[in-house]
């Protein structure tokens, strides 16, 4: 959202402090030391519980081998694993804190922790080789690489009378000291930067640098300045790669000004980089804070999860996938079983039947073609959105090549189009991006604060009532209704309401591997005369059938919802991408003709996620099968109640009936050895078979039950309604359980 919030915290609340050491395990938050006032300095311990807003001022037992750390401020505070490494910072020789002596440390402690809250105790690691020298207001990070294997600590920086710029290593598991060589330039000296990791490159950012023009390291008096410079260090070659440098022009505001003191995030492959001061002004006697926020996308986003169907019906879908840390939008397409034929000529007034930008709040990407010649990673961007509310990046282009192709045939599951259950987010589709080959630098535009209010997530076998979840990837063939009718046919009906197995027709098969699916897309900014977004569709070569290879867009959507009941129509001309150079004639998706879903019709579907850097890779395809006009509609409003000693499933009947609805049947995923030679086909048991539309999961049952692990821990449920021409489709609900609850079923 954007959106800054004050949450209301209780508890050891501590005080305002400066320059004091923050580190994130999980939802607990730890901040050591700092300035509580001018001289004074803290060496107190604090721990926040983010999900429940409280803090705990925590006290460790003090080292076997020593004393605890000494009051001290511009420390690091580094977390691996169970344990936070201190190094370093300012103390105050004095005892008067209206006395200052300053005193540089370069002292070294862990901390353990206890697991999810609390700590053990204070530690003082023997080390071998020689210590970093006393230094404050430096950086360390650590980095273990996927290869090796063992845990490294690098410090960089930092202030001891002058700025330093030297870089230290420590080897966590030996507690060894060195000074690895590096390649590269070097970056200035500076105090008050960052450093983050991400992948295997440390991003150091800003601080305080010296003032003269080449670089010298200036004696302790010397001139010092704030820098907006950015570097980073590859942390596998020990390379130094600049990416913004201290003499850098910005005139139309494109990157980050140069400040000091501010704070850095890495959120999965993004950058945040929020606030700090911009310098001394000696004539005002005063320090600027900054009170902006900006990002960097360093690399294109993962794929996303395989599309998962929460309701169809004769001419739709309703769709999601999981969320996709840190991207602009989705691309979803389609791949339709018939033929479609495509559009002769682009229609003039082919202007979509509603708009395809919704707005409710969040920010609209603004991307500049100015471009940075510093920058050698074409791979990297960063974004600084501007205040606006659409929900969609409205000028970027999306140029895309797919080399696809769909192998093997419709797999039979029942009950037909599983139904998924789900309270739906708002989701739009966007008209597209346009493109430039430039990086761009945009804010992020954030709201004002308010009072947070505690949003709890229904999720364990404790909770009363238990919202559903959607997922599910799985394919249906056009036989699966007769399928579906044959199982209930077996099945005596003297077992109402008891537990009957079929494990074929109740069977879910995954969605196809995408292994042969490769697809090399990018997302570049420019400007245009077109205050709508538009993009291309690059298709290769005609090796194959061109049905086969021709994957439709659905649309650009800001969340992980969709409903579709439309796919746009390319031009004839533009499916050859051999008659067509990059870029050229772009359609427009205002322009484009719309394919309305047919009944009882195969569909696949991917979904890509894109930000600043680009499209990323397509999920793998998932198949759903629009409804057979007559069957009736899929139960709705499954709630599920936890009693004592069994649940309570209840259920609304289909807004849609289409005839006298003669039953209903409820099915719980089951453990069995098919599962164990192929987890991702589930085995269904029906546990219920009835008019009601509620009943009873006893205890006996849930024991049988099957953990699904393909996104959240949840146990599976299917309910579908049955009329004179046979069942309809089912809602599927994902009943969500605790790491505890789902390793005990």
Not at 110 to 130: A, C, D, N, R, Y
Not at 525 to 550: E, F, I, M, Y
Not at 578 to 597: F, H, I
Request: proline share 7%; with cysteine; aromatic share 8%.
């Amino acid at each position: 959202t954007n959106q800054w919030f004050l949450p209301a915290v209780r508890g050891d609340i501590p005080p305002g402090c400066a320059a004091h050491g923050f580190v994130c395990d999980g939802t607990r938050i730890l901040v050591f030391g700092g300035m509580v006032e001018y001289g004074r300095y803290s060496n107190d311990l604090y721990e926040l519980q983010a999900s429940r807003w409280l803090w705990k001022k925590v006290k460790p037992q003090a080292p076997s081998n020593g004393s605890p750390p000494c009051p001290r401020l511009g420390h690091s505070f580094s977390l691996y694993g169970n344990k936070c490494y201190l190094f370093g910072g300012l103390a105050n020789e004095s005892e008067d804190s209206n006395n200052n002596v300053p005193r540089y440390l370069n002292d070294f402690y862990e901390l353990e922790l206890q697991h999810g809250s609390g700590v053990v105790g204070w530690s003082i690691p023997v080390t071998k080789g020689i210590l970093p020298s006393p230094r404050e207001s430096h950086t360390a990070i650590v980095y273990c690489r996927k290869d090796v294997g063992n845990p490294k600590m690098y410090i960089f920086g930092g202030m001891c009378g002058c700025r330093l710029n030297d870089l230290w290593e420590l080897d966590i598991e030996t507690m060894t000291w060195s000074r690895p060589e590096t390649k590269g330039t070097v970056p200035l000296p500076r105090s008050l930067h960052t450093a983050n990791v991400i992948g295997n490159k440390m991003y150091v950012f800003g601080g305080w640098v010296p003032q003269s023009a080449g670089g010298e390291i200036s004696a302790s008096d010397g001139e010092w300045k704030c820098t907006g410079s950015f570097s980073y260090l590859n942390l596998d070659t020990t390379e130094w790669i600049g990416l913004i440098s201290d003499c850098q022009e910005d005139k139309s505001n494109l990157l980050p000004g140069p400040r000091a003191g501010h704070c850095a995030v890495a959120v999965g492959t993004r950058l945040y980089i929020w606030s700090g001061r911009d310098g001394y002004r000696k004539a005002w006697n005063n320090q600027v804070c900054c009170k902006d926020l900006w990002y960097l996308d360093t690399e294109r986003p993962l794929a996303p999860s395989q599309v998962q169907l929460i309701r169809a019906t004769t001419n739709s879908f309703q769709l999601k996938w999981d969320e996709v840390p840190t991207v602009e939008g989705y691309l979803l397409q389609l791949h339709a079983d018939s033929p479609v034929s495509p559009v002769a000529g682009i229609p003039g007034t082919g202007v979509p039947e509603t708009s395809v930008l919704s707005s409710q709040g969040g920010c609209s990407l603004h991307q500049s073609p100015q471009s940075l010649p510093s920058i050698p990673n074409p791979e990297m961007k960063v974004d600084h959105p501007s205040q606006t509310n659409n929900l969609i990046p409205n000028n970027v282009q999306v140029s895309l090549s797919s080399n696809s192709k769909v192998e093997g045939k419709e797999k039979v599951a029942a009950p037909e189009n599983k139904v998924t259950q789900e309270t739906m987010k708002n989701h739009a589709d966007a008209t597209g991006f346009k493109e430039s080959n430039a990086p761009s630098l945009l804010p992020v535009c954030t709201s004002s604060a308010q009072t947070s209010a505690n949003v709890g997530e229904l999720h364990d076998l404790d909770k009363q009532t238990v919202n559903p979840d959607a997922s599910v990837s799985s394919t249906v063939s056009s036989t699966q209704t007769m399928v579906t009718q044959q199982a209930v046919k077996t099945e005596s009906s003297s077992t109402n309401g008891a537990v009957v197995k079929d494990e074929t027709s109740l069977t879910t098969f995954n969605s196809k591997s995408e292994a042969a699916e490769t697809a090399s897309a990018r997302v570049s900014t420019g400007q245009t005369n077109d205050s709508h977004s538009s993009r291309a569709l690059q298709r290769p070569p005609a090796a194959v059938k061109a049905r086969d290879r021709r994957w439709y867009d659905v649309g650009i959507f800001k969340n992980n919802t969709a409903v579709v009941s439309q796919f746009y129509l390319l031009p004839e001309e533009t499916l050859n991408i051999n008659s067509k150079t990059e870029g050229a004639d772009v359609p427009d998706y205002r322009l484009l003709k719309k394919q309305d879903l047919f009944p009882g019709t195969v569909y696949r579907f991917r979904v890509a996620a894109i930000n600043g850097c680009g499209i990323g890779p397509f999920s793998k395809i998932s198949e759903f099968k629009t409804c057979i006009p007559g069957f009736p509609g899929a139960p709705s409003t499954v709630k599920i109640t936890k009693s004592v000693d069994c649940i309570h499933l209840s259920w609304e009947p289909p807004a849609s009936p289409s005839g006298n609805i003669l039953e209903y049947s409820a099915y719980l995923a089951i453990r069995s050895t098919q599962l164990q030679e192929n987890p991702s086909q589930l085995v269904f048991m029906r546990i219920y078979c009835g008019l009601k539309t509620s009943c009873i999961v006893t205890a006996s049952q849930l024991s049988n039950a099957h953990v699904d692990y393909s996104s959240r821990p949840a146990i599976v449920f299917r309910i579908s309604a049955k009329n004179e021409r046979g069942y309809g489709p089912a809602t599927q609900v994902r009943w969500l359980q605790d790491m505890k609850t789902s390793g005990s079923k």
